[in-house]
């Protein structure tokens, strides 16, 4: 079936949420994709940042047939190999670079998404809120249970997600929305100050991604984060960091809180983790992993036997000094080589996380559109700035490639 037939039964049948570029992609290779017609495209986005180590790696590839071979699915409600396996690492990976002492283990809550990580998190937050004001004689009901996020952040489109969201004109046509989330500028932290001193006992956690990806790829400070923590510690409420695109090792360590040294309780992750198997997770650090009993948070399909297959083998290939020193040396030649271009204004991201904006007068997503027919795949999150997200086995020559189509563009 071609690409004329696919559009004719999608728009019939498949509800137009997307606005899909005009091109069928039919199988893939690494650092590549063809379509339809047999041409190659140089992948720059990798599904949004999921697919870890290219298309179709073959150890991801034969740890999905090998588990499908055996079992797929059999619900939670029952042991299964290699989740805790996967846990396992997760938590060494997340306490990794922590001084000895802040190694306290983290638990995990398996999911599909990004979206689900981040309602597991927000749960947990107030309940564990909850829980404190029951252990001092509080009015539990009165419970801290408000959620400071940041101003243009994402966290999903479930609807407590999206209220999480820090971007208004996503909120337009689904009032009302959930209550309980307040916006504070990102970087700003006499703002966050300010705020908690004026609500502060009224919240339960700070949530934020250390680099924010859809408004276009733009980092929080060290600084910035330092604060939250030590507002944290100061009101008892958690501190959330949305690594859903950040983190497994997309900015050259396994997470991107590592490069500030500042520790989280509370860690949601997704997109990268399984390599293209929908997959995600909810990471509590300590005794805060026992925050959520039976019967109050699960998942049909979370933690299911082919993502956890796939995660490990995912995991087991990035985890090594080379990978990560190759992911912050070829991000490097990427912000160097985008900066060097006329037409661009602005590079900033963190390893293989890259954000660029362009001048007055060019148009991003029409920039995006003419690397499709040059063979390029990228993508723009707003009207001036593209985003780059290539698989995390990018090398020098793909870095090379890319700027080369986008220096003949601009």
């Known amino acids: 079936m071609g690409i004329k037939e696919e559009k004719a039964l999608e728009e019939q049948y498949v509800m137009p949420t997307f606005a899909r570029k005009d091109v069928e992609f039919v199988s893939g290779e690494g650092m590549y994709l063809t379509d339809a017609t047999g041409k190659r495209y140089l992948d720059f986005l990798a599904g949004i940042a999921v697919c870890s180590l290219g298309h179709c790696h073959p150890k991801v590839v034969g740890a999905i047939v090998e588990q499908a071979q055996k079992l797929i699915h059999v619900s939670n409600y029952f042991y299964i190999e290699h ?3 996967l846990a396992r690492k997760l938590s060494d990976l997340l306490d990794r670079e922590a001084p000895a002492e802040g190694r306290a283990g983290w638990k995990m809550f398996f999911a599909n998404s990004g979206a689900e990580a981040n309602e597991c ?6 309940l564990h809120a909850r829980r404190r004001a029951e252990a001092r004689g509080a009015d539990p009901d009165a419970a801290p249970a408000t959620v400071i996020t940041l101003v243009k952040s994402f966290h999903g489109r479930t609807l407590a997600t999206l209220a999480a969201t820090g971007q208004s004109k996503l909120h337009h046509g689904f009032e009302p929305m959930p209550e309980g989330f307040c916006p504070t500028p990102i970087d700003d932290a006499d703002a966050l100050r300010r705020l908690m001193d004026a ?11 250390p680099i924010q990806g859809e408004s276009g790829v733009h980092p929080c400070s060290v600084e910035f984060m330092g604060c939250a923590r030590e507002l944290c510690d100061e009101t008892g409420a958690l501190l959330i960091f949305d690594e859903v695109q950040t983190g497994i090792f997309r900015t050259g360590r396994p997470f991107a809180f590592q490069h500030a040294a500042v520790i989280p309780d509370v860690v949601t992750m997704a997109k990268g983790i399984a390599s293209g198997i929908p997959a995600g997770a909810c990471a509590a650090r300590g005794e805060l992993g026992d925050t959520l009993q039976a019967g109050q948070h699960g998942s049909t399909f979370g933690g299911s036997n082919i993502a956890c297959a796939a995660a490990l083998a995912t995991l087991d290939e990035l985890d090594s000094e080379d990978a990560c020193a190759r992911i912050t040396r070829v991000g490097e030649r990427l912000v160097q080589g985008l900066a060097s271009l006329d037409g661009v204004r602005d ?4 390893g293989l996380m890259v954000g660029a904006d362009v001048v007055e007068g060019l148009d991003a997503p029409g920039i995006v559109a003419r690397a499709l027919e040059a063979g ?5 999150t707003g009207p001036q700035t593209l985003r780059f997200l290539p698989p995390l ?15 003949s563009l601009l």
């Open 376 to 380: 390029l795949v990228l993508n723009a």
């Open 347 to 350: 590079v900033r991201g963190s």
């Open 121 to 126: 998190a927000i749960k947990l937050a107030r």
């Open 199 to 209: 609500v502060g006992d009224s919240v339960c956690a700070i949530m934020m991604e």
């Open 83 to 85: 989740r805790g396996e």
């Open 393 to 407: 086995i990018c090398e020098e020559r793909h870095v090379d490639e890319a700027v080369s189509i986008l220096a």
